[in-house]
């Protein structure tokens, strides 16, 4: 007995099968795990618009007979033939399937059926129409279907010989749907031919399903032209209630390139969920698109994309201010730039800490109430550092730019902290003394570790502004100058002796700076009974101007 079978099985047991008689017209249902009797014939009913065709060619071999003066003998020939399936549109939206096959002429042994695989896991109910024709020879006819979308068994009593075609059988869906996809995780394209010592399986035919909606899909994270870090977790979503088959993630350079796959998986993500791990080692930094791919059991796909940025280490960390040998005092004021590739998305923070050397430890924060600053900075202040409580020395900076991912990139920067003034003192002459003229010498000290340079003025006499009389850049001790004061009219004169370092002080504003002055009398005094009556002090004036020089 040859069979037709439509299910996972390759067959069902002859036992279970009821023998039918007959054939009639019309349509009707097999119930789950129930049996059909008489198998109906007929033709394609009316309205019905083809959607799909296909013809595949098969061989195999099967057992078939050679005549010999004994009687025949049974041997193993070929069987060449041919199987069209065709999907049609019923009037009521639904399909119906129908399957003719063929045995050539040029075939030698008989087909005993053929079979469709895993139409149990698309529909959920299954009827059929069967009609054979021509019927030359069939006179036994049989149907079973074992439960709701489980396997649909034909069988008749002989086979289909060489030279046979139009061997046809309609299978009708309650599938509004139908696919012809194949990822090679289900069978449900293929037709299985099979004689009595072979089979041939044929792909790519259509299948019901109840599905005719795509997956759902979603890439939550990485975030679209966000950063993403190694290994980077993708976050998403990608199922489908009605059957999923699997899904697949790819990245691609965005400036072109083959995709290359991260991962192929079974198994749905029904909620946003971790789909995959992307290990980043082998992918250079830059703009990729990262590209997820579902597959439902009818053969549907959803496909979502988003760009990413692959994050390998923190980009830009430009200290313009200060520079290493700069000597500082008071406020030091930071300036440059701190920023990732990305911007925002892939900064996570940067610092700026100070050490004392040699040891170059600890570092401590230039501001301890903000230790950190979240945002960053291209071409500006990037932050001050108050290093007036600090012992004078040389100290490190550093400024460190770390990313979302950890990468770090560091700047540092040997610097000079001093914030002590010079000493400058004017010891001749003395404050408030009376010097006839001439050349005065005047002695006094500056000194500094930072030197920048000192000048010695003088103002009076009716001018109201300063004339330098001596100045310098290095540090002295004695003799500042021998000053001429030919010329100068007796008066009152004060000295002024100006010394400053080279620290920058306040962001540069100023620097460490020392000023003394020394008031003086120059020339001889004409009347020393100035407040109008002798005393011992006008004594004093006069041999004061006397030793000074005066007459």
Request: hydrophobic share 35%.
């Amino acid at each position: 007995m040859c069979s037709f079978t439509f299910g996972r099985g390759l067959g069902m047991a002859s036992a279970a099968l009821v023998l039918l008689a007959g054939a009639g017209a019309g349509a009707a249902p097999i119930v789950a795990g129930g049996t059909l009797s008489p198998v109906p014939g007929g033709s394609l009913p009316s309205g019905a618009v083809q959607e799909w065709s296909k013809t595949s060619a098969f061989n195999f071999f099967g057992t078939g007979f050679i005549n010999t003066p004994n009687g025949p003998i049974p041997t193993i020939l070929p069987v060449n033939g041919s199987i069209t399936q065709r999907v049609y549109r019923l009037t009521d939206n639904t399909l119906l399937f129908s399957y003719s096959i063929g045995n050539d002429s040029s075939s030698a042994a008989d087909i005993d059926g053929y079979d469709a695989g895993d139409w149990d896991s698309y529909t959920t109910d299954v009827t059929q129409i069967s009609a054979i024709l021509p019927i030359t020879v069939q006179s036994v006819s049989s149907a079973e279907r074992s439960s709701s979308g489980g396997p649909i068994t034909f069988e008749w009593s002989t086979g289909i010989n060489a030279g046979n075609s139009g061997r046809t059988v309609y299978v009708r869906s309650n599938a509004t749907a139908f696919s012809t996809s194949s990822r090679g995780l289900v069978a449900d394209s293929r037709i299985t031919v099979r004689g009595s010592n072979g089979s041939a399986s044929l792909y790519g035919f259509a299948y019901p399903v109840e599905d005719s909606t795509p997956p759902i899909v979603s890439i939550t994270t990485p975030s679209a032209l966000g950063a993403t870090c190694n290994p980077a977790t993708i976050t998403g979503t990608a199922f489908d209630p009605n059957g999923f088959d699997g899904y697949e993630l790819e990245y691609q350079p965005t400036s072109g390139g083959a995709w290359t796959s991260i991962g192929s998986f079974n198994a749905a993500v029904s909620s946003t969920g971790n789909l995959a791990t992307w290990n980043t080692t082998g992918v250079s930094q830059g703009w990729y698109f990262l590209r997820l791919t579902a597959f439902n059991t009818s053969g549907l796909s959803s496909v979502v994309t988003t760009v990413v940025f692959v994050d390998k280490q923190f980009d830009t960390v430009d200290v313009r201010a200060p520079q290493t040998g700069n000597i500082l005092g008071g406020t030091v004021c930071f300036d440059g730039t701190v920023s990732d590739g990305v911007g925002s998305s892939s900064f996570a923070n940067y610092t700026i800490a100070y050490a004392p050397l040699p040891a170059a430890s600890p570092f401590l924060a230039v501001d301890s109430s903000a230790p950190t600053y979240t945002t960053p900075i291209v071409n500006d202040g990037l932050g001050a550092w108050n290093t007036g409580l600090l012992t004078d020395g040389q100290y490190r900076v550093r400024v460190r730019g770390t990313d979302v991912c950890g990468n770090v990139r560091t700047v540092t920067r040997d610097v000079t902290i001093d914030n002590t003034r010079p000493i400058a003192t004017i010891t001749s002459p003395g404050s408030c003394g009376r010097i006839a003229g001439g050349i005065i010498a005047i002695t006094g000290t500056v000194n500094d570790a930072n030197i920048s340079g000192w000048a010695l003025q003088y103002t009076g006499g009716g001018s109201d502004t300063w004339t330098t009389i001596a100045s310098g850049t290095t540090n002295i001790s004695g003799t500042l100058a021998n000053w001429n004061t030919a010329g100068l009219r007796p008066c009152s004169y004060t000295l002024r002796l100006i010394a400053s370092d080279r620290s920058a002080v306040n962001c540069g504003a100023t620097t460490n700076q020392t000023e003394v002055t020394a008031s003086i009398a120059l020339g001889c005094a004409a009347d020393f009974d100035q407040d109008g009556s002798a005393d011992v002090s006008d004594i004093f004036e006069y041999l004061n101007a006397w030793f000074a020089g005066c007459p």
